[in-house]
Structures are given as structure tokens and as C-alpha cells.
């Protein structure tokens, strides 16, 4: 099975920053790696997918990097409502692992 | 733009099985683009993906899992449904559907849209 690791677990930060989520993949997976962001007691939504490809809908704050085993989701300048916790997921396999989430947190 | 809507019970006795069914609406569940899955999240962590269906009935389900699973897919209906036999407290999580674009030229999916979620809970 592919692991999938976020890091950091937990991030606080301003209304205002910039700010990067990396995710790991325990082999290669090419750009086959979905970015999710979901709110307490709501259902994940998509933001990126294919590493780099924006969903439509999702500010352009909200970018994907990486391919091979290195992943980044960056948001430009973190909005109020950008606090949530972040999912990365492998769509390599037909088994699509998720990361344990990074939450992120109002400093 | 696709509905996603889970039903069934919110309480299940330990050893007995699980059943939800997920409604789909706005489009077709016999869609060649989509494939339509299930993914749970425990209380207070993460997500994880149980399977997948195509309408043809084609399934893919996590090898944690596989022995346990059934996904079951009505056309007639536009329904999609989940059994998960000899539940434990450990299953207690919420459950969602999800509908699972995938382009076939690349090879890409992702999980566009989703239910709102239902929690199942195991308990005597």
C-alpha cells in the first residue's frame, strides 16, 4: 500500500500569510495526488487535483506543486475562512490513501 | 452539478451489519466518467476510503476492508449502497459518498463531490 504523510500535523497562522502543506508518498505517484479541505462537521471539497490542476470554483489563492513523492499545497494569503484541516490523497492506486491532515489553525 | 444524498440507520448493534444507500441526483449514476465510492472518517480523525463502483458493477475496495465490504449499485434507482458485515465499535465513523471523476485518457480520479455525511454508530 502507499503511505501518505502530511507535515506538519497542525499550523497556526494570520489572516494574510502565505502558507505551505507538504505531503509525502512513500513511492512515486507521479502527479496522481489530490488536495481536499474540509470544515468541522462538513464533507471534504476538492480544491486541487492531478497535483497542480484547480478545481473550478476554488480561489486562485490555492495552488499544488510536486510530482514523484513530494507534494506542496500552497494558499497564497490565508482568508478567514481557509481555517480547516487539509487532505492530501494519492490517486495512483486504485486504493486512494489519504494523509492524516493538517490542521490549520488562527494564530 | 451532482446530489449526493447517504440514508439509513445511525445505530448498528455490535456483529450485525452496517447498510447505507447513497442517492445520486443531477445526473446519471451510469455516467462512463464517474465511479461512485464510500469513505469514512472516525470521530476526530482522518478519512478513509472504503471502495468503489462503476454502474457496470465493477467494485474496488480497501484490502482492510474486502472481507467485510458489499458495494452494490442500482441503476434503475440512481442508487449506490454500502454493507459492511460483523461491525465493531471501531466502525463507528461518519460515512460519505462520493462521486469519483475519472478521466480515462490519463488515468486521474478525485472525488468531486460528496454527501453531507451520516453518522453510524456501533453500540449495544
Known amino acids: 500500500d502507499i503511505q501518505m504523510t502530511q507535515s506538519p500535523s497542525s499550523l497556526s497562522a494570520s489572516v494574510g500569510d502565505r502558507v505551505t502543506i507538504t505531503c509525502r508518498a512513500s513511492?512515486?505517484?507521479?502527479?496522481?495526488l489530490n488536495w481536499y479541505q474540509q470544515k468541522p462537521g462538513k464533507a471534504p471539497k476538492l480544491l486541487i487535483y492531478?497535483?497542480?490542476s484547480l478545481q473550478s470554483g476554488v480561489p486562485s489563492r490555492f495552488s499544488g506543486s510536486g510530482s514523484g513523492t513530494d507534494f506542496t499545497l500552497t494558499i497564497s494569503s490565508l482568508q478567514p475562512e481557509d481555517f480547516a484541516t487539509y487532505y492530501c490523497?494519492?490517486?495512483?492506486?486504485?486504493?486512494?490513501?489519504f494523509g492524516q491532515g493538517t490542521k490549520l489553525e488562527i494564530k | 452539478q451532482l446530489q449526493l444524498q447517504e440514508s439509513g440507520p445511525g445505530l448498528v448493534k455490535p456483529s450485525e451489519t452496517l447498510s447505507l444507500t447513497c442517492t445520486v441526483s443531477?445526473?446519471?449514476?451510469?455516467?462512463?466518467?464517474?465511479?461512485w465510492g464510500w469513505i469514512r472518517q472516525p470521530p476526530g480523525k482522518g478519512l478513509e476510503w472504503i471502495g468503489s463502483?462503476?454502474?457496470?458493477?465493477?467494485?474496488y475496495y480497501n484490502p482492510s476492508l474486502k472481507s467485510r465490504v458489499t458495494i452494490s449499485v442500482d441503476t434503475s434507482k440512481n442508487q449506490f449502497s454500502l454493507k459492511l458485515s460483523s461491525v465493531t465499535a471501531a466502525d463507528t465513523a461518519v460515512y460519505y459518498c462520493?462521486?469519483?471523476?475519472?478521466?480515462?485518457?490519463?488515468?486521474?480520479?478525485?472525488?468531486?463531490?460528496w454527501g453531507q455525511g451520516t453518522l453510524v454508530t456501533v453500540s449495544s
Open positions: 462520493a462521486s469519483s471523476y475519472y478521466d480515462i485518457l490519463t488515468g486521474y480520479y478525485y472525488f468531486d463531490y
Open positions: 443531477g445526473g446519471s449514476i451510469s455516467s462512463s466518467s464517474y465511479y
Open positions: 463502483i462503476y454502474y457496470s458493477g465493477s467494485t
Open positions: 513511492q512515486s505517484i507521479s502527479s496522481y
Open positions: 492531478a497535483a497542480s
Open positions: 490523497q494519492q490517486s495512483y492506486s486504485t486504493l486512494g490513501t
